[in-house]
């Protein structure tokens, strides 16, 4: 979207989308049944998880990266990002050694199947680090992983996840100190509301942050969790402004993928294929 350079009005010019799916409450029994499940259904990627690739049946984590980038290639999709599952909510320098150290070895994960983005947790909220450096904590995390994604040509997308980073003043915080490219955020457009703010403070975050995202989940959702009337819906069937997100996004020059989560209960095959059609 963007002004017409003679007269000011908007013109929108369409570009080709890429629309992803994460590896979660979706369909299959094992990787390939769900890579299955997201090819056949017109998915253009999938989201995987770290424990995909690195898990207790596997010597050689490197090896199965391998295995899994053939998986996909078979079927004609691309791993948009990898989960991380890390906890950055972290002050001594041994706890912040082996989160650095594990994340390096899932950069390089990342690379053999493709993926350009860690999707990054911020972490979870502990005694021994107060809410005041939580952000400071976060930061300094992302900022001793700089040296190997900026050699592996990988992004850290910090998900606004739980109750840290969905304080948009820590999450913000957080990346405007470590100031790098490469240093973003993964927005997930209902865990927001999820965390008690109300729908205009989410349109407010998704506007602030929007310069930073580097991936998403397109989630939807009723109610929120702190007077437990939190419900996972369909994209487009609850009460997030998703509209206002992704017009934040294109506003912002995001050329990333879409990626829909769904949190429901039952058929999650038929939920992601009403999101496939509601983003497309």
Known sequence: IRPHPYDGTTVVERKTMQFGLIHYRAPGDTLEQFLDYAADTGFDSVELFGSDIWHDNVDSPEREAERVRRLLDQRGIVASALGTGNDFVVLEETAIQAQI??????????????????RTEGGSRKEQVPKEKEAQAIAGCLQRCLEFVERDDTYLAVDNHGYVTNDPAVLLGALRAVDSPHAGANLDTANIHWAGNDLTTCQRFYDDVAP??????????????????YQSTVAGEGDVDLI??????????????????WEGEGDGGQAYAKCLDWMR
Do not use: N, W
């Open 101 to 118: 150290e594990r994340m390096a070895r899932l950069s390089k994960l990342a690379t053999i199947i493709g993926a350009k983005v860690l």
């Open 212 to 229: 930073y995202v580097r991936h998403t989940h397109i989630k939807d959702c009723t109610g929120c969790a702190p007077d437990s009337t």
């Open 244 to 261: 206002h997100a992704i017009l934040s996004l294109q506003r912002a020059g995001y050329q990333g993928v879409f990626t829909a989560e």
